[in-house]
């Protein structure tokens, strides 16, 4: 008895039937397996080579040479005793060079290499800010393998970005910025550069995360495992249309080499950048005028939120946001009609705005929203406030014990300690018990507790009501805004 997988009445007709039958059928299964096979790749987006992209795009790649002139010691120490057989020979030495002992040496020239792009046919031309910083002399090395000087621009440290221009008798071939935000995790990406100064170089890889932070404030770079290595700083990272979606920067690695962990300036940040430095010849960013923390989940249900989003308000010194209003203990929910996830998310949109428009800033404040009109200063024009300095922790008589701090009302003596303004109100933190929730959520000696519960506190009695308050109202924490040399922010200490 023959038994046939192919659901047909035809297959019980005869033998041979059954066997083309079930050569059609897996004939067809192939095709089909091959089929999803294309499919997938396509969806990959998986080139079958990236020579086309390489040999259009090259010519717009630079390699950077940057010189600078170092000034070393005026003295050159003896590396031998006075009065040894071996001083008359070391001066010889140094004599027959030009530098004896004592003397001055000549200054000597030190240099560096990187990678870079041209961004327009006149010659502009986009790197990072530390392959130039200090140079004294910016040499351009094209593809075609000629040379031309280079002027500085502008730069921006905060992105890690420069601006040159090198003058041409010939419209030089240029690349475009493409969006960033677009790109996906899993796309393929291609790196150029001069790595370790062996000149033009291809790499290529998939971008492994968005959105990655190091340590600027404006930071949104793209993590890609195409090989990244030094002197590909200032380079650009193209996606598979041979759009800069990037400006490869750093790398993660513990011997300085690529072991694929890659971080390129997104260009949605940097196109922006660069505008300003063509323009103007530095950046200037949006100021809204706020100090600003996460909200917290404690903080949220302290303050009666729904979630935890928003940023937090917790000093509004002279500036915009105090003109338009706006108070310590606001959570800014929305900016200019975009919604508000985090402070990460309002400090960059709030750069990328422009100088002096008026934008609706929705704040969350006693339970309801309130939308105002804030005129936006120039963060580069507010950037050189000082902050008092921490004048260590006090001793001082008569304190109290509440939630794990010993705490007394600030008089003179405690100001001049703790650096804190004249007339200036609040609770000091003597001591904090190391077993208690107040510790672990980093309250430390000589911290000052200027509010609870959203309300001004000057003695104890009043954060003991603020404490009873907030059980009555049923919530299980209370809001401190504490201030540590200067700088304010909010704490949700349980109250049960």
């Known amino acids: 008895m023959t038994t046939s997988l192919v659901l047909s009445p035809l297959t019980t007709r005869s033998h041979r039937a059954t066997l083309s039958l079930r050569t059609l059928a897996v004939t067809l299964i192939g095709a089909f397996a091959l089929l999803l096979q294309a499919v997938a790749a396509d969806a990959r987006g998986a080139p079958e080579s990236f020579a086309d992209l390489a040999e259009r795009f090259s010519p717009a790649v630079v390699n950077i040479t940057t010189t600078t002139v170092v000034k070393t010691s005026t003295d050159l120490t003896p590396i031998v005793p006075e009065g040894s057989p071996f001083q008359d020979f070391f001066e010889e030495f140094m004599n027959r060079n030009g530098q004896g002992f004592g003397q001055p040496q000549r200054p000597r020239k030190s240099q560096a290499l990187g990678s870079g792009f041209v961004i327009s046919e006149d010659g502009y031309i986009v790197t990072n800010n530390h392959v130039i910083e200090g140079a004294d002399e910016i040499e351009i090395e094209f593809f075609e393998k000629f040379t031309l000087p280079a002027k500085l621009v502008g730069t921006d440290p905060k992105t890690d970005i420069a601006l040159l221009k090198v003058e041409s008798d010939e419209p030089l071939k240029f690349v475009s910025f493409g969006d960033s ?83 390129s300036m997104a260009s949605n940040v940097v196109s922006k950048v660069v505008d300003q430095l063509r323009e103007f010849g530095e950046t200037r960013r949006g100021w809204l005028g706020v100090r600003i923390q996460n909200v917290s989940d404690d903080v949220a249900e302290a303050m009666g939120l729904a979630a935890a989003k928003g940023a937090l308000v917790t000093d509004v010194p002279e500036g915009p946001s105090k003109e338009a209003g706006l108070q310590s203990g606001d959570v800014i929910v929305s900016f200019d009609n975009k919604e508000i996830e985090d402070p990460d998310a309002l400090v960059r949109t709030v750069g990328d705005t422009e100088v002096g428009k008026a934008v609706r800033v929705t704040v969350f404040r006693d339970g309801k929203t309130k939308t105002l009109m804030v005129t936006l200063g120039r963060r580069e024009d507010a950037e050189n406030t000082s902050m008092p300095q921490d004048g260590g922790a006090p001793v001082a008589p008569k304190s109290v014990e509440l939630m794990g701090l010993t705490l007394q009302p600030l008089n003179d003596e405690l100001r001049e300690q703790l650096g804190v303004p004249a007339g200036a109100n609040g609770l000091a933190v003597l001591e904090v018990d190391e077993t208690t929730e107040a510790f672990e959520k980093g309250l430390r000696a000589g911290d000052v507790i200027t509010e609870a519960g959203q309300e001004k506190v000057t003695t104890v009695a009043d954060l003991e009501a603020r404490i009873e308050a907030a059980r009555d109202a049923g919530r299980n924490t209370v809001l401190l805004l504490v201030r540590r040399s200067g700088e304010p922010r909010f704490v949700a200490i349980g109250v049960n």
């Open 181 to 263: 935000d677009v790109a996906r995790v899993g796309d393929w990406v291609m790196a150029m550069g001069n790595p370790l100064g062996q000149g033009f170089s291809v790499s290529a890889g998939i971008i492994s995360q968005r959105g990655r932070a190091l340590s600027g404030i404006y930071d949104d770079f793209i993590q890609t495992d195409a090989a990244i290595n030094r002197g590909n700083s200032g380079g650009p990272l193209f996606n598979m249309d041979g759009e800069v979606i990037g400006v490869n920067t750093a790398i993660l690695s513990p011997n300085g080499g690529s072991i694929g962990i890659g971080f």
